[in-house]
């Protein structure tokens, strides 16, 4: 039963943010760094203070905007390990598209031609993977917290669809959510509220993707050398 709510959950927020998973390429491809401060930015700039705007639809939005605080937190302490593992994010940019098998190939010919232990990119992979465990951990946890949140939202936004479309982007939202008048003249509505709870989510799914295609590759890469240790 578990499962299956979870799945629920799951595709009620692929159709809420719009199916924003990356594919392993594209995931290889891009710098993590830069793309994690790009969304935690994002999420700044649409805030994630508590609204007042109808209070069956405020204890949905508010619920939502503290898990998205808390993915937020998450995000900042995944940069910093993107950072102190740099040589992992390049290792796997540089041999993107290669099978697990291939890429622990790679792992074996780079580490071989390595002047020094701290080179070698096989024991980078295995402490990025520890490094990143509880990261993950507290990724999936969060994931279906927000999903759940998400399937709530779907309903608002069926609502609102019409007046959600005449709405701009992150900027305009953005103003709408600051406290700060001059920046725009119109106070947060429903259905601005509620775009903002759904570009929220759609941030917060970008973020998964990167956190769990990365945590993918380097657990299954540690456990391919656990078992071709073992063989001998």
Do not use: W
């Not at 993915?71 to 940019?93: G, H, M, N």
């Not at 402490?127 to 999903?147: F, G, Q």
């Amino acid at each position: 039963m578990l499962k299956k709510n979870i799945a629920a959950a799951v595709m009620a927020l692929s159709l809420i943010t719009g199916c924003a998973s990356l594919t392993g390429e594209q995931s290889a491809n891009l710098d993590r760094g830069a793309e994690v401060n790009r969304i935690i930015t994002e999420i700044e700039e649409l805030g994630y203070d508590d609204v007042a705007v109808l209070p069956a639809v405020d204890e949905v939005l508010n619920g939502l905007s503290a898990y998205v605080k808390k993915q937020k937190t998450v995000a900042e302490e995944y940069r910093d390990i993107v950072k102190d593992f740099r040589d992992v994010s390049s290792f796997l940019a540089a041999n993107k598209g290669k099978t697990e098998l291939e890429l622990l190939a790679e792992a074996d010919k780079f580490d071989k031609g390595a002047k020094s232990t701290n080179e070698k990119i096989a024991p980078k992979l295995k402490a990025y993977r520890k490094a990143t465990k509880k990261i993950a951990d507290e990724n999936s946890e969060l994931t279906v917290a927000l999903a759940e949140q998400g399937i709530k939202l779907t309903y608002y936004v069926s609502q609102y669809g019409d007046e959600i479309a005449k709405l701009g982007g992150i900027k305009l939202l953005g103003g709408m959510f600051s406290g700060n008048d001059n920046e725009v003249d119109t106070k947060p509505t429903i259905p601005s509220a509620i775009l903002r709870g759904k570009d929220q989510l759609f941030l917060v799914e970008e973020l998964n993707s990167l956190i769990e295609a990365d945590q993918e590759v380097a657990e299954n890469l540690s456990k391919l050398q656990e078992q071709m240790n073992a063989r001998g």
